[in-house]
């Protein structure tokens, strides 16, 4: 009753100047509470730390720093300084040892600043991590997880605002999964280090602050989500947006705006980027038979790419349109807030795909 | 207790405040913000950078403030802007520094730091070098256990080059020239120390025990290979003999070893890592930051340059201009020496002791502790040492006799006369002139020992070309831990596929 209470007084404004006492009362709500998905990564770190003594994080300012994005924020403070490891500024350096380590047998969680300088490291999370497993016929296992936040920001420029979904989910050997929300976020990474592959964990900067609601499930320290599983976040019949990490918000946005033209869309949730959940797809494509891909990396061979390849392999009589993609422009990002935001998609392109798309 | 100097920066720091008064835009300037704590002031103080001396901007003042704090000073004892003329050592994060009023660069051609000698006890026509401190002495059994080694690996470099060049397999590189540093290292390890190598060290794998046939099947890549074939040839592996599998990308083992070592650490096992890598594999960045890390982390790892002079066509002279790679280590904070590569007992004994003082334990001492085998003691335990676990960097010298590869002709970038200079000081031949010497070999051996070899070799390749290749089901296996449902669909597609069109598969490739 009282979350119910607490929604309604939000709706109608009471209790917004009143921070505190929302704060306090929500505190006390049992069933359903919010939780950013800073915290919901924070708190994923905690309990797989504690739950299991090889696991350890390292990167660039995880530790006294409480975390560039403050992810790992009292994690040091908790664990000690053998589990959470600041390291000098090499990427190469940083990531050829807590690979080495996981071959000896420790679960790292390697933290990057952010993905754009991970390609300091790529030959190490691929050549290495990725391919070990194969090239030593089983033999030698790399349980490490590979984390940070990925895509574009706000006003970071060329250099900082690269989407890697594309580059990394062609890898045979690597799982690549990009939370959405709070419940993406504990379930994903917490599989991800429980997982024995190497994971490449794609975060998101923007969402770190977003709050959505959990319930006990998803906060229960045994919390995880299938790896390889798309998750529909809403359900529709007149066309399926499939998205992943920052643009599945903005399919909902697109979605909410379509409803109330009579068009309802199916908004997929990808989560895992690989393995791609063509079973969800395929099943969505057979009800709309239509198909919008959304992300924010570039259109050749993105993501995207590969999912239209897929439905019309494997799903050509069903549909009744061209999978259309939507993509970020095929330009370094600029830093100009007007031309970011004319390099990015937009709630405004999604909405105009699916028109297109609809004839 | 306060020092005078960090008492005139508190004061001052004090009176900055005062005239700043409570900062609260911070937004155009990037501000330090700290806390100082000492025996009267409690105070949080916001700082711009431009009231404190240049010495201050982009260090971490915080990691020095907390230790100052922690030693219940004042926090301020920083870079003294307004110092007197009495301090003599400049505090900063990184450390204590003394002064010098003299402009005088150090090294660079002018003014080079000292070349580090190189440690040998055998010379080069196999006569022991008076007075050489030998703390491990080779009985006559390890001896003998590590020339016969030699001289097999030798034979075996030779046969398997020959072999690539008649077609038997794709491609195949020789360690000839450094038998010595190759076999020497490995006598000097406990059998469970976890080698990463770069592709020159078949000797280590040859003295755990990996067979000829195990080496021929590898070349052939047949379907008794340990790697199922996947792998080009020399990129071995054996999780067994605690060696790691080949990987091209050079350097990129440098700091997984470093990683390795920190996992025995944070597990109290007393394993090292043993890392080798080239001359050029040095210049990598990977070098350079797993020395930096190895040396910061306490990592119990050996670090084993053989720099043989060549990296393909680059001589070392245009690899480098420093002191080779031991000059580097010192300034990395690690422990370093230069060792004669063809001289194995020299080679032997700089391992063993590396690996005492990788572990934290001491060395150097004759032999009392630490014997190879033993599997040593703790981790930088017992009351006689002080030392923690950490790296060890060995250069060994030597040269590299052969071509790079099968793919190299090194006739286009060398002469012959130096080519010939060398071979004249192989060190399997060094060795044996120096068994010879003492008693404990002879000609009738040698030839006993080359011919038997020969023939084993000819049989594993023999044998070897006779297993099929691996089947092809198996392409799909090991990409992840359990195969995922896409890729064993396309599995069942690969089979299906080949099952209804035999002619497509190679006739030594089984299907299943």
Redesign the interface.
């Known amino acids: 009753m009282l979350p119910g209470l607490l929604q309604q007084a939000r709706k109608h404004g009471v209790l917004c100047r009143v921070p505190r006492l929302t704060a306090a009362i929500r505190g006390f709500a049992s069933s359903q509470s919010e939780m950013t998905v800073r915290d919901a990564l924070n708190s994923a770190l905690d309990e797989e730390l504690a739950r299991d003594d090889k696991v350890y994080v390292l990167g660039e300012e995880v530790g006294e720093y409480q975390g560039a994005y403050k992810i790992t924020r009292g994690l040091l403070q908790k664990y000690g300084a053998d589990r959470v490891k600041d390291t000098p500024i090499t990427e190469a350096g940083f990531t050829g040892i807590a690979v080495g380590s996981a071959f000896a047998g420790l679960k790292p969680v390697c933290e990057f600043m952010t993905w754009n300088f991970a390609m300091q490291a790529i030959d190490q999370i691929i050549n290495s991590a990725a391919k070990t497993l194969y090239m030593s016929a089983g033999k030698i296992s790399c349980p490490i997880v590979f984390r940070g936040p990925n895509g574009a920001a706000a006003g970071v420029a060329a250099q900082h605002s690269q989407c890697f979904a594309a580059w990394y989910s062609s890898v045979p050997g690597l799982k690549v999964l990009a939370p959405y929300d709070s419940e993406d976020a504990r379930g994903l990474l917490k599989a991800a280090i429980r997982d024995p592959d190497p994971v490449v964990f794609l975060e998101n900067e923007i969402m770190y602050g977003q709050a959505f609601p959990v319930n006990a499930q998803v906060l229960d320290k045994d919390f995880t989500l299938p790896i390889g599983k798309a998750k529909v976040m809403r359900e529709g019949k007149h066309v399926t947006l499939v998205s992943f990490s920052k643009m599945v918000g903005y399919c909902l946005k697109a979605a909410d705006h379509l409803s109330k033209e009579g068009v309802h869309c199916e908004v997929v949730n990808l989560r895992t980027i690989k393995p791609l959940d063509k079973d969800t797809l395929l099943a969505s494509i057979k009800k709309t038979h239509k198909m919008v891909t959304v992300e924010e990396g570039w259109p050749q061979c993105g993501v995207g790419s590969e999912i239209a390849a897929l439905m019309q392999e494997l799903a050509f009589d069903e549909l009744d349109a061209p999978v259309l993609r939507v993509t970020g422009a095929e330009v370094p990002m600029p830093y100009a807030a007007n031309l970011e935001a004319a390099a990015l998609p937009q709630v405004d392109d999604i909405i105009k795909a699916v028109k297109k798309v609809l004839g | 207790m306060r020092s005078r100097g960090s008492s005139a920066m508190l004061a001052h720091v004090v009176k900055t405040i005062g005239a700043f008064g409570q900062v609260k835009d911070t937004s155009s300037a990037t501000a330090l913000a700290f806390s100082i704590s000492c025996d009267r002031i409690d105070t949080s103080i916001r700082f711009y950078p431009c009231s404190i001396g240049p010495e201050l901007w982009g260090m971490s003042l915080?990691?020095h403030l907390h230790f100052c704090s922690s030693q219940g000073q004042a926090a301020v004892s920083v870079g003294s802007p307004s110092s007197s003329t009495t301090d003599n050592f400049l505090e900063v994060p990184g450390g204590r520094l003394p002064y010098t009023s003299q402009l005088q660069f150090v090294g660079g051609s002018e003014t080079p730091a000292p070349t580090i000698p190189c440690y040998r006890t055998i010379d080069s026509t196999g006569q022991d070098v008076p007075d050489a401190h030998v703390p491990y002495p080779i009985s006559q059994e390890l001896s003998l256990r590590m020339y016969t080694c030699m001289a097999r690996l030798q034979t075996m470099d030779t046969m398997f080059y020959e072999a690539q060049r008649q077609g038997r397999f794709s491609f195949y590189l020789t360690c000839q020239g450094e038998e010595a540093t190759n076999i020497g290292s490995a006598a000097g390890l406990d059998n469970k120390d976890?080698v990463?190598a770069q592709y020159r060290e078949q000797g280590v794998l040859l003295w755990r025990g990996y067979t000829l046939e195990q080496f021929a099947n590898q070349l052939l890549g047949n379907a008794k290979e340990?790697?199922?074939g996947?792998?080009m040839p020399i990129?071995y592996?054996s999780?067994e003999l605690a060696y790691?599998?080949i990987?091209?990308?050079l350097a990129?083992?440098?700091?997984?070893?470093?990683?390795?070592a920190?996992?025995?650490k944070?597990?109290r096992i007393s394993q090292v890592?043993v890392v080798y890598f080239g001359d050029g594999a040095s210049s990598e960045?990977?070098a350079?930051?797993?020395f930096?890390?190895a040396a910061?982390?306490g990592a119990p790892v050996i670090f084993i340059c053989r720099n043989n002079g060549y990296a393909i066509s680059t001589p070392a002279h245009e690899q480098y201009k420093g002191d080779g790679i031991a000059g580097r280590g010192p300034t990395y904070g690690i422990p370093t020496l230069r060792v004669d590569g063809g001289d194995v007992r020299a080679v032997y004994n700089a391992v063993v002791a590396a690996r005492a003082r990788a572990l934290g334990m001491p060395y150097n001492s004759g032999g009392v502790t630490s014997a190879p085998g033993t599997g040593g003691g703790g981790l930088g335990g017992g009351s006689e040492t002080s030392l923690g676990p950490g790296p060890v960097l060995l250069e060994c010298m030597s040269y590299r006799s052969g071509h790079h590869s099968t793919s190299d002709d090194s006739t286009r970038y060398r002469t012959s006369e130096e080519m010939r200079a060398w071979r004249a000081r192989d060190p399997v031949a060094r060795f044996r002139t120096w068994l010879v010497r003492r008693g404990w070999w002879d000609e009738a051996q040698e030839a006993a020992l080359r011919r038997t070899t020969r023939v084993q070799v000819l049989e594993a390749l023999d044998a070897a070309a006779q297993v099929p290749k691996p089947n092809l089901s198996t392409l799909f296996?090991?990409?992840?831990?359990t195969m995922?449902?896409?890729?064993e669909a396309q599995r069942a597609q690969a089979l299906e596929f080949v099952r209804r069109n035999p002619s497509v598969c190679p006739s030594d490739v089984p299907i299943e």
């Open positions: 915080r990691r976890m990463f340990p790697g199922k996947r792998q990129h592996g999780p790691q599998t990987s091209s990308p990129t083992q440098m700091p997984h070893a470093v990683g390795a920190y996992a025995y944070m597990d890592s960045g990977d350079h930051a797993a930096n890390f910061v982390l296996t090991d990409v992840y831990d995922p449902p896409h890729l």
